[in-house]
């Protein structure tokens, strides 16, 4: 064997984009496991998290990032901080829109006017036109015009993270488009985050499940207790912190029907996730305003200035 056929990438792609497009939805279907929660509403991930994947001839970290949206509070101020950091330890992006919406939304641009104002170089870019399964026969390749004219120095490939249309092509781009380095972190590690923290987004994801409205987005999991019942399981107990009595009302719902659902549903993904049985129990609690509380925002974990 020569030392060409063993050529070995590694390297940072920050996965940006603006809300809903499908970045933590690719990142688990590359995984092959859930890591990072979803939900069909825009704004689910509100940290940045590694999804890492070791191939024979690669480790691809990605960085899962909040969607760049316009702000409405200091949350979401935090939330575009967090996604515009990932491009600073970037080797390569991966720009993700949603091929199925036309016109591109103004939050697309978002990303766009990011690297203008890059002061370093910018790291090569590849645009994925996620969502492809949801078009019509014949439709693609004039919306693909369209969205590859956003940033045409982009290398861009249609893909479907649901259905799993050109996964594999995917890999092989970024794997050729990575630097040849020795792997960053042990082959069997997927993510940097603990089973707790993924717990407490799955509990998140849950609430934008089956709420409505505002009341999900304005929802903050605390994990208070997550202990180990020997053989038997995990016993977590948590709090899910909402901004006014009505949303705390809604979210126990009547006869606290709507926080059984939500607890049955975190119960079950968090049972996938960390592949054992899970005892779970939620309360509700008010921290008022809390998203535009610069205190509450560090006490709950959106600081910047770690
Ligand atoms: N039809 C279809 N739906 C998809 C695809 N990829 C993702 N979705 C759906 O899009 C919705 C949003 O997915 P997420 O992965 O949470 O999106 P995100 O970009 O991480 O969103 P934020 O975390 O809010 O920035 C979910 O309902 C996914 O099931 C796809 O390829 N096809
Ligand atoms: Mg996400």
């Given amino acids: ?3 060409e056929t063993q050529v070995f990438h590694a390297g940072y792609v920050a996965v940006m984009g603006r809300p809903n497009v499908g970045k933590s939805t690719l990142i688990n279907a590359l995984l092959g496991q859930q890591i990072a929660a979803v939900s069909p509403k825009p704004q689910t991930t509100r940290h ?3 999804g890492i994947l070791t191939t024979p001839n690669a480790q691809i970290i990605f960085v899962d990032t909040p969607g760049l949206h316009n702000p409405l509070h200091k949350l979401g101020e935090y939330m575009n901080a967090e996604a515009a950091d990932a491009l600073g330890d970037a080797d390569l992006i991966l720009f993700l829109v949603d091929i199925s919406f036309l016109p591109p939304h103004e939050e697309d641009y978002l990303l766009i006017r990011l690297l203008d104002e890059l ?5 090569p870019v590849v645009m994925a036109l996620n969502k492809i399964d949801r078009l019509a026969e014949g439709d693609l390749s004039a919306r693909m015009k369209t969205y590859t004219s956003l940033l045409p120095q982009a290398t861009s490939l249609p893909i479907s993270a649901t259905r799993g249309d ?3 092509e995917l890999v092989a781009l970024l794997t050729e488009r990575l630097p040849e380095a020795p792997p960053y972190y042990p082959p069997d590690q997927v993510t940097d985050l603990f089973e707790r923290e993924i717990a407490a987004d799955l509990i998140r994801a849950a609430c ?3 709420l409505r409205d505002e009341v999900p987005h304005a929802i903050a999991v ?5 202990t180990e019942r020997g053989t038997s399981g995990a016993y977590i107990r948590a709090t899910l912190f909402v901004e006014r009595e009505s949303q705390k009302a809604i979210v126990i719902g009547e006869g606290g029907r709507m926080i059984k659902r939500i ?3 975190a119960r079950r993904e968090i049972e996938a996730m960390s592949g054992r049985k899970v005892y779970l129990q939620l309360r509700v609690k008010v921290r008022k305003n809390w998203r535009n509380d610069e205190n509450v925002l560090r006490q709950f974990g959106f600081a910047r200035d770690k």
């Fill in 1 to 3: 064997m020569t030392n």
């Fill in 48 to 50: 940045q998290q590694l």
């Fill in 119 to 123: 002061d370093s170089e910018i790291p």
């Fill in 166 to 168: 050109n996964l594999d």
């Fill in 208 to 210: 934008l499940i089956h």
């Fill in 222 to 226: 605390r994990i208070d207790e997550y």
């Fill in 263 to 265: 607890g049955s549903h």
